[in-house]
């Protein structure tokens, strides 16, 4: 089946530095990833779609200097938090739809867990 | 705003009973409703998925139920096995087609031995 790796899955990190969160699709190719943020106990929030060869489109309320989305290749997005604080503390996943399993079926990642001290 | 929402944030059931998990939305133009099962520390999983033109869809042990009148929709899960034990999360489809799913606040399931 349709396979979406993270790397890395979890990452402890200071206060100001930036993270780099990647995003691949093992076994199929995606012009098409999303970026999701999940809080503690809280639902998955859609951060932004990230298109191969061309700009993210981030949802209302993400800032879009903060978190960078590049999207180089068929098969990996990279999603870099950049100068990180304690709040950006959560867990990012990305998804992808491999396409021949319905409409729109998004295969997730395992997830990348982010602390910020 | 297109929203979707979970009747109850937690449930719990007994080894083996059947167990319900509800779904509402928001978004009448919503074109499939997809269900996914999140375990601890991991990503969503896909369960099943439903397309607006069904009221119901049937898979192994899991039974998704789809009222557009009310819009509702509901996950039946047969004979609730502990591995079971997770948060589900209904997702809808938007009616643009881009791909973007809007998940829902999830119901923790837990299930007893």
């Known amino acids: 089946g349709a396979v979406v790796s993270q790397h890395p899955s979890w990452v402890i990190c200071k206060s100001g530095t930036s993270v780099k969160i990647e995003c691949r699709s093992l076994?199929?190719?995606?012009?098409?990833m999303f970026w999701y943020r999940q809080f503690p106990k809280q639902s998955l929030m859609l951060m932004a779609t990230?298109?191969?060869?061309?700009?993210?489109?981030?949802e209302q309320g993400v800032e879009k200097d903060k978190f960078l989305i590049n999207h180089a290749s068929l098969t990996l997005s990279t999603l870099t938090v950049t100068s990180a604080h304690p709040e950006d503390s959560s867990f990012y996943i990305c998804?992808?739809?491999?396409?021949?399993?319905?409409?729109?079926?998004?295969?997730f990642g395992a997830g990348s867990r982010l602390t910020v001290l | 705003g297109e929203s979707v929402g979970l009747h109850l944030p937690t449930l719990s059931v007994q080894e083996g009973d059947n167990s319900i998990i509800n779904c509402a939305y928001s978004n009448s133009a919503s074109d499939y409703f997809i269900w996914y099962k999140q375990e601890s520390g991991k990503g969503p999983q896909f369960i099943i998925d439903i397309r607006s033109n069904m009221d119901k869809r049937q898979g192994q042990r899991v039974t998704v139920l789809l009222n557009k009148t009310v819009k509702h929709l509901s996950l039946q899960i047969a004979a609730t096995q502990p591995g079971d034990s997770a948060v589900y999360f209904c997702?809808?489809?938007?009616?643009?087609?881009?791909?973007?799913?809007?998940f829902g606040q999830g119901t923790t399931l837990q299930v007893k031995p």
């Open positions: 997702a809808s489809g938007g009616s643009s087609n881009t791909g973007k799913l809007i």
């Open positions: 990230s298109n191969e060869g061309s700009k993210a489109t981030y």
């Open positions: 076994d199929f190719q995606a012009t098409t």
């Open positions: 998804s992808a739809n491999p396409g021949g399993t319905g409409a729109n079926v998004l295969t």
